[in-house]
């Protein structure tokens, strides 16, 4: 927020020209708000391209399944953060350590709405209280979608449902907590820009935990080696890509917290710099490893750039944003393999992608940072201090649901597949006159 402070320095504080530095106040704020507004957009957006990657990578008869478990993440993510993620996150207290809570800013928000700080006050004049709230609560949503296309085609509804009240609701805010809300990490010299860990990371962890106690799906596994189960839509899955890529200049770019012209534009090179990157890695690693031009490898490796250079894409420079996406396109290959001979089955390569590049991604800002303070050992334990908790939240709040309601669907149903049972339509249907 420099750019506000300087220009408002060069007022005069003559009172005779006051109002002339309230008006400027007020545009600066106008505009920063409406950036951010249009930011909070293209991050819900992306709910539309995991929409689209999951459907597109999933197979035919668990399409509709898919499509309402991606409609009713964001749904559960805006009203859970919106109960207590947003004041267990943002506690608004000078160093909170490791657990607060808002309780005043609870009661504002729900009975006293009208005491919101809207003014050029809130946040050095980025944006409004309530544009604060959305703009995280979209991330919140964003967390937990990313466990969805990992258990895909064999969760129950109901447990995978379950798990993301809880997750979203206080496993996501509290990790938050410790580096966006002041807290703990943040005192320790961790940095996370917009999210590799906090965001990627912390939903890869839950998806690895998920992916563990769920189990394979029926027939992916035969004498130890992995079969393909063709997806349903290969161009759904490319349309969805191009979604996440796109709301990703939200993502990144509203985590710069204001319009800043020179910060935004810097962030959006460096993103795009970084998926461009990721997507020649995958693919050269795929036509290495598997001799032939993967598709999904290069669309995954768009989306590993993407994730990688989220943690530090204020303080990469374009060289360092090349090389940084480039690993990260590898590493979604090599991590995918690896988890197909531990026969961990990820539909959508989430943990890969999100997990295995999210801790690249936030151990790169320790080697590549232009910010001296950033240290690659106070980034590796910040990376394990999140990975700790998120994994070990997500592994007991799955493994309570396994032993007492169940989190796998029957053999039965997930051979003829989860939409004729559980919606009572399929997501493709062709109909012949007679």
Not at 104 to 132: E, I, L
Not at 154 to 178: D, H
Not at 326 to 340: E, P, T, Y
Request: aromatic letters at 14%.
């Amino acid at each position: 927020m420099k750019w506000i402070n300087v220009t408002l320095a060069h007022v005069s504080e003559d009172p005779g020209v006051v109002d002339v530095t309230a008006e400027i106040a007020q545009n600066l704020l106008t505009t920063n708000n409406v950036w951010m507004m249009l930011c909070t957009a293209m991050v819900f957006i992306m709910h539309l391209g995991f929409a689209g990657v999951e459907t597109g990578f999933g197979q035919a008869k668990n399409t509709v399944n898919i499509l309402f478990k991606n409609t009713v993440t964001p749904i559960i993510g805006i009203v859970t953060y919106a109960l207590i993620g947003f004041f267990l996150m943002y506690p608004g207290f000078e160093s909170p350590g490791w657990l607060a809570f808002n309780l005043s800013g609870w009661s504002m928000f729900w009975f006293s709405p009208g005491d919101a700080d809207v003014s050029a006050a809130y946040a050095s004049g980025g944006y409004t209280y309530w544009t604060d709230f959305l703009f995280q609560a979209m991330f919140a949503a964003t967390c937990a979608t990313i466990v969805s296309g990992a258990i895909a085609e064999r969760v129950k509804l109901s447990a995978y449902l379950v798990f993301t009240v809880f997750f979203v609701g206080l496993v996501y805010p509290l990790i938050g907590s410790w580096q966006w809300g002041g807290g703990a990490l943040k005192a320790m010299g961790f940095y996370d820009f917009a999210g590799s860990t906090l965001v990627h990371s912390v939903g890869g962890w839950g998806a690895l935990a998920g992916v563990i106690l769920v189990g394979p799906r029926i027939g992916k596994y035969i004498d130890g080696k992995a079969v393909s189960k063709p997806g349903a839509s290969i161009p759904l899955a490319v349309i969805g890509t191009f979604l996440l890529w796109f709301g990703w200049f939200g993502f990144n770019g509203g985590s710069v917290l204001s319009a800043n012209p020179a910060l935004v534009s810097s962030v959006l090179v460096i993103t795009s710099l970084g998926a461009t990157a990721g997507g020649l890695g995958g693919f050269l690693a795929a036509y290495f490893a598997f001799k032939r031009l993967d598709l999904g490898m290069l669309l995954n490796g768009i989306l590993a750039g993407l994730v990688g250079i989220t943690a530090g894409a204020d303080v990469f420079t374009p060289a360092a944003a090349l090389l940084i996406g480039f690993i990260a396109g590898i590493l979604v290959v090599i991590s995918a393999v690896m988890l197909d001979k531990f026969k961990l089955d990820d539909v959508v390569g989430a943990v890969s992608v999100h997990l295995t590049c999210g801790i690249w991604g936030t151990l790169a800002v320790g080697i590549f940072s232009t910010n001296p303070e950033h240290s690659f050992l106070t980034q590796l334990i910040g990376v394990g201090i999140c990975g700790a908790v998120a994994f070990g939240a997500a592994f007991l709040i799955f493994y309570i649901l396994k032993a007492t309601v169940g989190i796998r669907v029957s053999e039965a149903h997930e051979r003829s597949g989860l939409d004729s049972h559980e919606h009572g339509i399929r997501g493709y249907t062709i109909v012949f006159d007679e």
